[in-house]
Every structure is written in C-alpha cells, then in structure tokens.
C-alpha cells in the first residue's frame, strides 16, 4: 500500500514535466495598424527606439524607471536600457540589431530581471498608399523547458498582442498628429 501511494506521488510529480516535453517552446505575435501618413514620417519616427516610450505599454509602466543609452539612436547597435524596482517592469535592453532603412527594424531584447530571457521583436512599414502606411509590429518568443509548460495556464500571445495592439493605437495617435 505504502509503495502505491509513493508510486502515485512520484506520477503526479513526474506528469507536468512530461507533458512539457511535448508544449512548444516558441511564440509569435504580430499586430498591424494602418497610419494615415506617408511611410516615410512613420518610418522615420519608429526607427527611433526612445520613441517608444511615447507608444510603447511597456516603456509607460513605471515612469519611474531608469533608462540608459549606448550608441546612436536610429542607427544598427544601439541600445536602449531599462531598470525599474516594480516587479513586472523588471530590467534589461533593446538593441537594434538591423535597419533596412524605410521598410523594417529588428531588435534583440534581453530581459535581465524578473527572469532572463532574450527574444526577437521587429517593427515594419509598409505604404498602402502615398498617404497610408501599415505599421507591422512583431514579437517571437522562447520558454524553455520546463517553463513552456506555462503556455498551458497563460496566453502569451494574447497577452503580448494586446499590449502590441494597444502600442500601435497610442502610436497612430502620436504620429498622425505630428
């Protein structure tokens, strides 16, 4: 009987990291909205990370935080640093790793605190019209193992889609109003 029970326990002990080994790992958001601007005045504003703190959910969660800066903004390999005593803000930074200038930006984000993790996040123009660009904002995302298992008990992507969504709404109100 003793046996069972110990058998048992072990199970339910063993049964989430199994079932994480078959949860993938990965995420992948993107969001769009339509700027009625011409893809250059978008552009030119989003290629700036310190812009981001006028659109950005996370960059207004505590105005508070400290913020660093190496390099030249709107360039390849700047970085723009965070560091906030509130929990959920955390610390880390965001380098941009790629501009094709006029159409896209990649970064690299690095989150030091409250868990490391380094993702892929990217922000894209593309003109609809003379008048009219669409704005592409993306965010790819890794937990690992056995983390991932998370993904079962929270929506990441429809956490980070609506602060993606909620960033390109404040960020359509700032620039079409420039």
Do not use: C
């Amino acid at each position: 009987m003793f046996k069972k029970l110990v058998l048992l326990v072990l199970v339910i002990i063993a049964l989430p990291f199994i079932v994480a080994l078959f949860v993938d790992k990965n995420y992948s958001v993107t969001e769009k909205i339509t700027i009625d601007k011409p893809v250059v005045e978008v552009f030119g504003y989003i290629k700036y990370l310190k812009n981001q703190d006028n659109y950005s959910v996370w960059a207004q969660m505590d105005p508070d935080m400290q913020k660093s800066y190496r390099g030249t903004d709107g360039m390849e390999g700047f970085v723009a640093g965070w560091q906030s005593d509130k929990e959920d803000v955390g610390a880390g930074e965001q380098e941009i790793l790629r501009i094709d200038e006029g159409r896209r930006i990649d970064y690299e984000l690095r989150v030091f605190r409250p868990f490391e993790s380094t993702d892929l996040a990217f922000m894209e123009a593309k003109a609809l019209s003379p008048n009219q660009t669409q704005v592409t904002w993306g965010f790819d995302g890794h937990l690992d193992y056995p983390m991932n298992l998370m993904f079962l008990f929270m929506d990441f992507e429809g956490m980070i889609g609506k602060d993606l969504s909620q960033g390109l709404d404040q960020l359509k109100s700032v620039v079409e109003t420039q």
